[in-house]
């Protein structure tokens, strides 16, 4: 019995299920809305796709830094989870008017824009609630978060199955129901949150969780007296702007650089506060150097959601039993895997730790790199020498997504409870939005590596191919390479630092 967990961890669940129902419905849907109906490019597509993706997680940092000193977690969620509701019913009112451009795209925008400002005040509350159901030192906290990891993909598992069948159906009026079932989807988890938290969010002595703001007043008060506040909130944006500017300057276009530029400056104003001691600074180092690394899977993985839809879309055998599979649906095997697989790793890890065997967080993330870039080098085996047109087996797609769902679980669920553990409470909000500004910055870099993917004309000939580092990409089998070897690397280099990541984890003062 002691071993059970809370049953606010459940609350928090299903709450996150119905959230990322309305998210990976949207997402399944989404690349092929504007190329179907919207009638845009593959490169344009791909650049709003990652544009789109990277601001749902750059928006976090907003939402955790209101959370953690002004309105709580609680508060966050509910209006979080209300404005993803209304962008849901913007981007059906976009599908609904698809042949009117003028309108339709505004609509589109304004949908996007509200996605990712109420996922700004959602994901990173949602997350930090987890943890503070649970004494510091509670071994069970990986477990939970797996268990809670577990909620996400029920929710991604289902969503394209219905998002996709209600609007991938060939024709393209159909989009607008599948974005009206994300929107249904959110309203029922906010709903949920609403009406069961005040009974089950509670910390295990009882006192109710994410009511008042985690940055407590008195400490407050002391970084205010230390000058930590307002000066350093004006260098923050003076070097932003410097950095947008740089990379602007640099290529990159004006969403990619206040992404690229935020990825610097917030972890810098965080690091310089003057209240930190010196072994929060060091676990804070931590919870930025797997950040870093944590990018190079992000931007690998989150081909799912473009560059491999359109593989499924154009050369995989979707035929079963004689009938078409959507490309869309591809994305729920990721969902199966981990609904498979989550709970036998939440019970793995206790398992090792009983016997002194546990992985530490970092070599933990390190394998996740490994895995991932195994799952492409199965990929980019399967499609060596097939030529433009000519279809493979779906094996070799849902390999990949098999070998990525465990990568996944050793790096993701491990990365949330790491900031649960590393940070220090009056930041805890703040600094997961930190950790999901990299996946920010990860899925801005796979809509720009999503272009790298090759184009052909109906006669198989090569429409345009675009190079990387002064590698020309000509053939899908170059293109998969690219992230067996950035995975790959990034793993080598994590796996050599991880003991003395470990020493930083157990820094005390």
Same mark, same amino acid.
């Given at each position: 019995m002691a071993n059970r967990h809370p049953k606010g961890l459940y609350l928090l669940f299903v709450t996150e299920m119905w959230e990322?129902?309305?998210?990976?419905?949207?997402?399944?849907?989404?690349?092929? +809305?504007? &190329?179907?109906?919207?009638?845009?490019?593959?490169?344009?597509?791909?650049?709003?796709?990652?544009?789109?993706?990277?601001?749902?997680?750059?928006?976090?940092?907003?939402?955790g +830094?209101?959370?953690?000193?002004?309105?709580?977690?609680?508060?966050?969620?509910i209006c979080g989870g209300m404005m993803m509701a209304l962008g849901q019913f913007l981007l059906f009112l976009s599908a609904w008017f698809y042949t009117d451009i003028p309108l339709s795209k505004p609509l589109l925008l304004a949908g996007l824009t509200m996605l990712t400002i109420g996922n700004g005040f959602f994901k990173p509350n949602i997350s930090t609630m987890v943890g503070q159901l649970y004494k510091p030192e509670d071994e069970r906290i990986d477990s939970a978060y797996t268990i809670f990891y577990m909620g996400i993909n029920v929710g991604a598992f289902f969503s394209p199955l219905v998002c996709g069948a209600l609007g991938d159906t060939g024709h393209p009026e159909d989009f607008k129901w599948g974005f009206l079932a994300a929107c249904i989807g959110m309203i029922i988890g906010t709903i949920i949150f609403q009406t069961l938290q005040n009974k089950y969010l509670v910390s295990p002595d009882g006192k109710s969780i994410g009511v008042k703001p985690n940055r407590q007043r008195e400490q407050m008060e002391t970084t205010e007296k230390e000058g930590n506040g307002w000066g350093r909130l004006c260098l923050l944006g003076i070097g932003e702007v410097i950095l947008l500017l740089l990379f602007? +300057?640099?290529?990159?276009?004006?969403?990619?650089?206040?992404?690229f530029s935020c990825c610097i400056t917030v972890p810098a104003f965080i690091i310089t506060d003057q209240t930190l001691t010196k072994a929060e600074r060091k676990h804070i180092w931590v919870i930025y150097i797997i950040a870093f690394f944590v990018i190079f899977f992000w931007a690998a993985f989150e081909q799912a959601g473009a560059s491999l839809t359109f593989f499924a879309e154009e050369q995989t055998d979707r035929n079963i039993l004689g009938r078409e599979m959507?490309? %869309?649906?591809?994305?729920?095997f990721n969902a199966i895997f981990i609904v498979i697989l989550a709970p036998i790793f939440s019970t793995i890890?206790?398992?090792?730790?009983?016997?002194?065997?546990?992985?530490?967080?970092?070599?933990k993330q390190a394998i996740g790199l490994l895995?991932?870039?195994?799952?492409?080098?199965?990929?980019?085996?399967? &499609?060596?020498?097939? /030529?433009?047109?000519?279809?493979?087996?779906?094996?070799?797609?849902?390999?990949?997504?098999?070998?990525?769902?465990?990568? /996944?679980?050793?790096?993701?669920?491990?990365?949330?409870?790491?900031?649960?553990?590393?940070?220090?409470?009056?930041?805890?909000?703040?600094?997961?939005?930190?950790?999901?500004?990299?996946? %920010?910055?990860?899925?801005?870099?796979?809509?720009i590596l999503s272009t790298l993917y090759p184009q052909f004309d109906e006669q198989g000939a090569l429409i345009?191919?675009?190079?990387?580092?002064?590698? /020309?990409?000509?053939?899908?089998?170059?293109?998969?390479?690219?992230?067996?070897? %950035?995975?790959?690397?990034? %793993?080598?280099?994590?796996?050599?630092?991880?003991k003395q990541l470990q020493k930083m984890m157990n820094a005390e003062d």
């Open positions: 990322r129902f309305s998210y990976y419905g949207m997402r399944a849907i989404f690349a092929l +809305y504007l &190329v179907k109906a919207l009638l845009m490019d593959k490169d344009l597509a791909s650049n709003i796709y990652g544009s789109y993706t990277g601001f749902v997680y750059l928006t976090p940092l907003l939402g +830094y209101i959370a953690d000193r002004y309105i709580g977690n609680r508060k966050s969620i602007r +300057y640099m290529g990159a276009d004006w969403i990619g650089a206040g992404i959507p490309a %869309s649906y591809f994305q729920i890890w206790p398992w090792f730790k009983k016997r002194n065997m546990e992985p530490s967080s970092p070599t895995l991932l870039a195994i799952g492409y080098l199965i990929i980019a085996v399967g &499609v060596k020498g097939v /030529e433009p047109g000519i279809k493979v087996s779906m094996f070799w797609l849902i390999s990949l997504y098999f070998v990525h769902t465990l990568g /996944e679980l050793c790096l993701s669920p491990i990365g949330l409870s790491m900031v649960n553990k590393l940070s220090p409470a009056r930041f805890a909000s703040l600094l997961m939005g930190v950790w999901f500004l990299s996946t %920010s910055t990860a899925n801005k870099f796979a809509g345009q191919a675009k190079s990387i580092l002064g590698f /020309e990409i000509t053939n899908l089998n170059e293109f998969f390479m690219v992230f067996v070897i %950035s995975a790959g690397i990034s %793993s080598i280099l994590l796996f050599a630092i991880t």
